[in-house]
């Protein structure tokens, strides 16, 4: 009998460990299938070369991100840079699902309850989002769930001579998690008073509080890449202005807190920039009281209170509104069998919640570029509710009787995750998604030789630029200025850098405000300001760019209309000109924004069926007037200007 007994511990044991590892291959071997295979928008493009390149990112420069994404690109020994280190998002990503299961195994004591929960967070459509791309964000929920694995063990914890030791494990991972993101700020409170509730007497322990603090600074310590990088040598980087003397301590604490952030820099010649963007405002933790209220509280009691359900509305569609039925269960089950853990964990989700509301510019209404820009700060959210309703599974599990009851619904918790990872995949499935890479591929390789280009596309083509000219040595003839500005471009800008550049033609990636007025015209997959005959004429036709498809998010839908736009301006065949007015109209969701663009260029060069086809989808009555005025009265003078501009 005691050898049978251990022989199924034994099997227990193994099935347990099975079943972990089982989540984990899982959703990584889902999130490598449907990983970018290049760069993508937004801030992947700096982030991949600063880690390649050992350079630093744009405030706070995410040095923990920076230093493991190097070791990824030297120890992946195949694929290029970029899908190294989109690859290290999908592997803390599934971590973070593998922490979760241990989790809910541990609390719930149902391994069916806890591999279903697991699955159903992997697998929701914004952590699923961040998980196939080079990101900050998985890791920084990677690091939340290890915190709430650890002091999970140290309220669990029995032996008194063991205790102490998660809670200094809690502080390094803390520590180095801040190093990544200081999302992971908004946890201090929940934190610190569970560890009070827990046992007061801990914060008064000089040996426990100064080993803390002392792992946390160890932690914390990874900043210290930044100084040390400035002061050894210089480097470039599109995202801020002043990069140099972050070795002294008031550029430094600027630096982290974000306070030094935008502009625009030349490339390779590190100029001064060009103009100086707006000031962040600091995060809470290092501005005054009255500052705070004044700031963000204000911000929160005018705008963002107007935010809170909306926010609700998103991450419980991530669950498909499940939570609405098994959140306050689940609160109930885990004050019932623990009201001190249970304690932490609302108090958690009030400090991704409400206390995010406080930093996220979020109201009622919501744009997609805001929904898709503010969905990564809610995945500390995403992780804390799946908690939740996986005690809400439980909850209801023990309420069962009959065991063939509670067994069947225990395998029912599974079919959540796996109807998420097929309701998910398309959307999510970025393995043919090369837009950004051919987008501003296109751009690079449309430049004469030598000639003088200047970026006015923010991060959807500034940070891809930047990539494929630093880490895949696409035209460094070039010379390449980055205007990260918020004053749009003019023609006076546009003159001094012809002045620059002896006389020669600038050229530009995007169609400038009031373009109509500056003389410019189109030249391949980009655009020419001044006039030089020995600069041969543009010759591209038929620009392709791969990847194309419905379910886009909003930056990659944003490429994809500036794509249209620009085949249609270029394009020489007519057929193929007239198909790329055709895909612009019929894009999905709200694109009036670009058809008026496209509008306003046809108007201007006298393509007055195209303007008229755009104008009617995008229900521009002013533009189908200034069309009649134009066709019945030729000889009217205009007294209008061209005000939408590709910004």
């Known amino acids: 009998m005691h050898s049978k007994s251990q022989t199924n511990r034994l099997l227990n044991i193994v099935f347990a460990k099975i079943n972990g590892l089982l989540v984990f291959f899982v959703v990584y071997i889902v999130y490598l299938l449907t990983t970018f295979p290049t760069v993508q928008t937004e801030d992947s493009g700096e982030l991949i070369t600063s880690a390649i390149k050992l350079d630093i990112a744009h405030p706070p420069g995410y040095p923990l ?10 120890l992946v020994p195949f694929g290029n840079m970029a899908w190294r280190i989109n690859i290290m998002s999908a592997l803390f ?23 279903g929960g697991s699955l159903f967070y992997a697998f929701t459509n914004i952590i699923w989002g961040q998980s196939n791309r080079a990101e900050v964000y998985t890791l920084n929920t990677f690091a939340l ?3 709430i694995y650890l002091l999970m063990r140290w309220n669990d914890e029995k032996r008194s001579e063991k205790k102490n030791k998660w809670l200094y494990l809690t502080a390094l991972a803390y520590g180095l998690g801040i190093g990544d993101h200081h999302l992971l700020l908004l946890a201090a409170p929940a934190m610190g008073l569970f560890v009070l509730i827990k046992n007061w007497k801990t914060i008064i322990n000089p040996k426990i509080v100064i080993g803390c603090l002392a792992l946390l600074m160890v932690g914390l310590s990874v900043y210290a890449y930044i100084p040390i990088r400035t002061y050894v040598a210089p480097y470039d980087n599109p995202a801020f202005i002043d ?6 301590w008031d550029k430094f604490i600027n630096f982290v807190n974000r306070k030094i952030y935008g502009g625009t820099v030349d490339i390779p010649s590190a100029q001064a920039a060009t103009q100086e963007a707006g000031v962040e405002h600091l995060p809470a933790w290092v501005m005054s009281v009255e500052n705070f209220f004044s700031d963000y509280g204000t911000r929160l009691i005018n705008n963002n209170g107007n935010g809170f359900l909306p926010l609700m509305k998103i991450i419980f569609s991530e669950y498909f509104y499940i939570p609405l ?14 009201w001190k853990w249970a304690t932490f964990i609302l108090l958690l989700f009030i400090c991704y919640s409400v206390i995010l509301l406080i930093f996220t510019p979020i109201d009622a ?45 225990s395998v029912l918790c599974i079919l959540p995750g796996v109807f998420g990872m097929g309701k998910n995949f398309v959307p999510n499935n970025e393995s043919t998604n090369y837009i950004a890479y051919d987008f501003n591929k296109l751009t690079l390789e449309s430049m004469p030789p030598n000639g003088y280009l200047i970026s006015d596309g923010r991060d959807n083509m500034t940070f891809p630029l930047y990539y494929l000219r630093e880490v895949e040595n696409i035209r460094p003839d070039i010379h390449l200025e980055i205007y990260y500005s918020t004053s749009p471009v003019d023609e006076v800008f546009l003159q001094s850098r012809v002045a620059e550049n002896g006389g020669l033609p600038v050229f530009i990636d995007l169609l400038p405000q009031n373009y109509a007025s500056m003389a410019i015209k189109p030249y391949n997959f980009i655009y020419e300001y001044g006039d030089d005959p020995s600069i041969p004429p543009s010759t591209l036709q038929n620009p392709v760019m791969r990847g194309i498809r419905q379910n886009l998010d909003f930056p990659n839908m944003r490429l994809a209309m500036l794509y249209y736009i620009k085949t249609a301006i270029i394009e020489k065949d007519p057929v193929k000109k007239q198909a790329a007015v055709n895909a612009l109209i019929n894009a999905p969701g709200d694109n009036a924004y670009y058809l008026n663009i496209l509008g306003d260029y046809a108007y201007t060069v006298g393509d007055f069926d195209t303007a008229k086809k755009v104008y009617e989808k995008s229900n521009n009555a002013y533009g189908l007037q200034k069309i009649d005025d134009k066709v019945n009265n030729p000889d009217h003078v205009e007294d209008w200007n061209v005000q939408n501009g590709m910004s």
Not at 102 to 115: C, D, M, P
Request: positive net charge; proline residues 3%.
């Open 145 to 147: 769930a290890l915190i």
């Open 325 to 338: 039925f098994f959140f306050l269960p689940g609160m109930y089950f885990l004050f019932k069998k623990d």
């Open 243 to 248: 990069h140099t003397g972050l070795y002294t």
């Open 93 to 115: 990503g599934a971590l973070t699902a593998q922490i979760l299961y241990v989790i809910l195994k541990k609390k719930t004591k149902n391994e069916l309850i806890a591999f």
């Open 365 to 409: 209404d919501i744009t997609d570029y805001t929904a898709f820009s503010t969905q990564p700060f809610m995945m500390p959210l995403i992780l804390i509710l799946g908690i939740i309703i996986s005690e809400g599974y439980a909850w209801l599990y023990e309420s069962f009787t009959n065991k063939n009851f509670a067994l069947g619904f």
């Open 65 to 74: 991100y920076v230093l493991i994404g190097k070791l990824f690109s030297i």
